[in-house]
C-alpha cells in the first residue's frame, strides 16, 4: 500500500548496501501507549531472529507478552522485506487509534513501560 511505511521506506531505500549489512535489528516500537501486555507482531511468511529474541526477553522480564502473525501492517515489515532482521513491539488493537479521540490522556504509562524494557533489554542483548 503506498501511503503506509513511508519513513521506513525511505529510510531503507536511501540505504546502501554496506549499511543493510551492518544493522543487526531494527526494533519497531509502535503504537505501545494502551493495552494489558505487549504484543510481538511478525510478519506471516516469516519468523526474523529478533521477532524470536524479543518474546524471549519479555518472558524473561516477566512481561506479559503474546505473540502474533500478521501482514505487513508496519514499519518492520520494511526492513524484513529488504533482508534484514526487524521485530515489532505493539500494545494491540485500539478502535481508537488514528482518530480525533486519540490523546494523550489515553496513554498508560505501565504500558509504555512494559515496552521500554524490553526495547532496551532487546538493545543490550546485541552488545
Do not use: C
Amino acid at each position: 500500500n503506498d501511503d503506509h511505511h513511508l519513513g521506513s521506506r525511505a529510510y531503507v531505500a536511501a540505504m546502501d548496501e554496506q549499511a543493510k549489512r551492518d544493522l543487526v535489528a531494527m526494533i519497531n516500537v509502535d503504537m505501545v501507549g494502551r493495552g494489558p501486555s505487549l504484543v510481538v507482531g511478525r510478519l506471516r511468511e516469516t519468523v526474523p531472529e529478533t521477532h524470536t529474541r524479543l518474546v524471549s526477553i519479555a518472558r524473561r522480564l516477566g512481561v506479559p507478552v503474546r505473540e502474533v502473525a500478521m501482514g505487513d501492517v508496519s514499519d518492520h515489515g520494511t526492513f524484513i522485506k529488504a533482508g534484514m532482521s526487524a521485530g515489532w513491539l505493539w500494545s494491540g488493537e485500539d478502535p481508537v487509534v488514528h482518530s480525533p479521540g486519540d490523546t494523550f490522556d489515553r496513554v498508560q504509562p505501565a504500558s509504555v513501560e512494559r515496552a521500554g524494557r524490553v526495547a532496551l533489554e532487546a538493545a543490550r542483548s546485541y552488545t
